[in-house]
């Protein structure tokens, strides 16, 4: 009876995922730039330790980012793992401030072994959200008039992905994600000019441009991932991992429509790529109740082509520090079986401001808790998480958010053989 009302949770959240996917979860107006907020893929655990994942290994909860690391789930387990997350985003330009709220439905994945040495796991991801709607006033000046420029969008890229992780030794495993890549992402541009008279001395009018694009993105991904554990006596070991995901072109369908007193849509030939990706981390665990980690990720997003514009971004880094602490792994008290966990990060974003710079810089902390689920193996996971997003530009926003993410990971004995006596 516990599988079957945990399996139906399951599928219910597979079936509100499908319904709440398309919704945005961002008003940030840095995802004006390129494809927009690039999404966290960590879960739960990772979350709350500041995103560290490559050295990451765990059999109670799915580390999509490292696919190396499905082999830790060991033969009996079938993981279901589903997270939602909500926040409040504080904005200042230092003149103008504003608080904006979203929720989202961030991930589902599902995880068992399909044999002795080969790991499965698949699931749905975000990869990136657009969302932002911002105005600015003009003054008239002796070549312009007075006017205002609103742009505005909406959209984002999906991933259905697969992954497999292959136990090459004891202690080395390798892993690859394959993903389906889908999404639209619409932006607008408007330019509102005052009422002048008209040519002919009978009236006014309010000449106006308007400028519509949509991409809609058909692709894929891979990333390809490595973890080497070395133990050192009996309560020590540490864990090296490595991730590469290869950048290409992405299949896109393009169009550009522009509006004055006509209205002109023209199909477009456009270039949309992804960079490369490299990550590596490092993880030691003590007695199995202390991890402690550190990753470096890079992304050479300055190389890469947006609607054929070359150099369109600088490059993307992150350095993720994180921890977690477990009391007693056989604890008679329910708090001594707690998981706690916190972690920061601080990384130099994609985005390119106008004048070529570098437009932002962000730094998160994080801090959470692992809560076992009674009589069961299940866990629920709580994150809270700071993120300060610095513009480095004159007139840049600067954002302070608070995030509040849930992940809950069913975790059952299926695969098991029963005997009758």
């Not at 006509?262 to 477009?268: E, S, Y």
């Not at 070359?310 to 921890?323: E, H, M, P, Q, W």
């Not at 966990?341 to 990384?347: A, D, F, P």
Request: charged share 15%.
């Amino acid at each position: 009876m516990v599988v079957f009302r945990q399996t139906l949770c399951a599928l219910m959240l597979i079936f509100f995922t499908g319904v709440a996917w398309a919704q945005n979860n961002t008003n940030s107006p840095y995802t004006r730039y390129g494809y927009g907020d690039l999404s966290n893929q960590s879960f739960g655990n990772s979350r709350a330790m500041g995103g560290v994942a490559y050295g990451l290994r765990s059999s109670y909860q799915i580390n999509p980012v490292n696919p190396a690391s499905y082999t830790a789930v060991d033969s009996l387990t079938f993981l279901f793992e589903g997270g939602v997350s909500m926040q409040n985003d504080n904005m200042s330009d230092g003149i103008v401030k504003l608080n904006v709220k979203n929720s989202s439905l961030d991930y589902i994945a599902l995880q068992f072994r399909l044999f002795k040495k080969l790991a499965f796991t698949g699931g749905l991801l975000p990869y990136s959200n657009v969302g932002y709607n911002v105005a600015q006033t003009f003054d008239k000046t002796s070549s312009s008039p007075a006017y205002t420029k609103q742009v505005s969008g909406e959209g984002g890229i999906h991933q259905a992905f697969v992954g497999f992780g292959y136990k090459v030794l004891d202690n080395l495993s390798i892993g690859i994600n394959g993903s389906f890549m889908w999404g639209d992402i619409a932006r607008s541009l408007v330019m509102i000019y005052p009422s002048y008279p008209s040519v002919s001395g009978s009236g006014t009018t309010t000449p106006s441009y308007t400028e519509y694009t949509n991409t809609q993105v058909r692709s894929y991904k891979l990333d390809f991932g490595i973890q080497y554990t070395q133990p050192i006596g009996e309560k020590h070991k540490v864990t090296l991992g490595a991730v590469f995901s290869p950048g290409h072109s992405l299949n896109n369908t393009s169009y550009i429509q522009t509006a004055t007193s006509v209205i002109n849509k023209t199909d477009t030939v456009a270039t949309f790529e992804i960079p490369d990706t490299y990550g590596a981390g490092l993880t030691y665990i003590y007695d199995d109740r202390i991890t402690v980690g550190v990753d470096y990720t890079y992304q050479n997003w300055g190389d890469v082509t947006y609607f054929n514009q070359k150099n369109a971004f600088c490059d993307r880094t992150k350095i993720s520090l994180g921890a977690e602490y477990l009391p007693s792994r056989n604890a008679k008290s329910y708090f001594g079986l707690v998981r706690y966990r916190v972690g920061g990060y601080y990384s130099t974003p994609y985005y390119k401001a106008e004048n070529g710079e570098r437009a932002s810089r962000e730094f998160g902390v994080t801090a959470g808790l692992g809560l076992p689920v009674p009589r069961s193996r299940s866990m629920v996971s709580i994150t809270g998480q700071f993120v300060r997003v610095k513009g480095l530009q004159p007139g840049m926003v600067s954002e302070n958010v608070l995030k509040l993410s849930v992940g809950v990971t069913f975790n059952e004995i299926w695969f098991f053989k029963r005997k009758v006596d």
